[in-house]
């Protein structure tokens, strides 16, 4: 079974308007994080938001926000006022056990932001 | 601050042919990792380092793959007798450890067998 699951290979949204990426996962752990990282075309990968299991706050980051449904394994990002430098690929990626601190990503999302 | 290096950016080899991929990571992390991703997909664990414990190499794919790692610095990934299924970004990341750092990642090596 997938561990990261993103089910949109690829969004269209017009500019200014917020977007939602979806990201469910499995786990059997109590204590895991979740991550979303950001690839523009030029291939780096960019830290974004980090939510971890035990937080009762939704985490935000600016324009960022991460929409954590627990009892749904569900951990959706959002992205307020879209702009045209939003568009890149987006990989959510869940970290278990803090004992090893390895990352597994889903597949991506390519968002592009229309003008 | 400096962020991880990897060198080089791009290499082409040819089938058969050893290659060792090279990371700098950032000075003071402990933890060292490196992903595969191939053309239009997502991150694949390769290895993970942390100080001088002994390595998680759990999602090296083959025998043909290896990795060091001197202490908390440089780390190489070397694959022997290269395949064409090894063409993939080869990305390396660090952090400091526990559950809320991220990981910084490097700009990739990019490999092309061909």
């Known amino acids: 079974a997938q561990k990261i699951t993103q089910t949109q290979p690829g969004m269209f949204v017009q500019e200014k308007e917020a977007v939602t990426l979806d990201c469910t996962y499995d786990?059997?752990?109590?204590?895991?994080?979740l991550f979303w990282y950001k690839q523009p075309s030029s291939g780096e990968m960019i830290f974004l938001i980090y939510?971890?299991?035990?937080?009762?706050q939704n985490a935000t980051e600016g324009r960022y926000s991460l929409n954590f449904q627990k009892a749904r394994k569900s951990a959706n990002l959002v992205i307020s006022a879209s702009q045209l430098g939003d568009s890149a690929m987006y990989f959510c990626?869940?970290?278990?056990?803090?004992?090893?601190?390895?990352?597994?990503f889903g597949t991506g999302t390519r968002l592009t932001i229309i003008p | 601050g400096a962020g991880v290096s990897q060198s080089p950016s791009n290499k082409v080899t040819e089938k058969g042919k050893d290659v060792e991929l090279r990371c700098d990571p950032i000075?003071?992390?402990?933890?060292l990792y490196w992903y595969r991703q191939r053309l239009g997909q997502g991150l694949e664990f390769l290895i993970y380092?942390?100080?001088?414990?002994?390595?998680?190499k759990s999602g090296l794919p083959s025998d043909r793959f290896s990795a060091e790692r001197t202490g908390e610095s440089v780390s190489t990934l070397t694959i022997q007798r290269t395949q064409q299924e090894d063409s993939a970004v080869y990305l390396c990341?660090?952090?400091?450890?526990?559950?809320?750092?991220?990981?910084?990642f490097g700009p990739g090596t990019r490999l092309t067998v061909t």
């Open positions: 990341a660090s952090s400091l450890v526990g559950g809320v750092y991220e990981q910084y």
């Open positions: 786990t059997s752990d109590q204590s895991y994080g």
């Open positions: 939510q971890g299991s035990y937080d009762e």
């Open positions: 990626a869940m970290r278990e056990d803090f004992g090893n601190e390895k990352l597994t």
């Open positions: 000075s003071g992390h402990t933890a």
């Open positions: 380092f942390q100080g001088n414990s002994a390595p998680d």
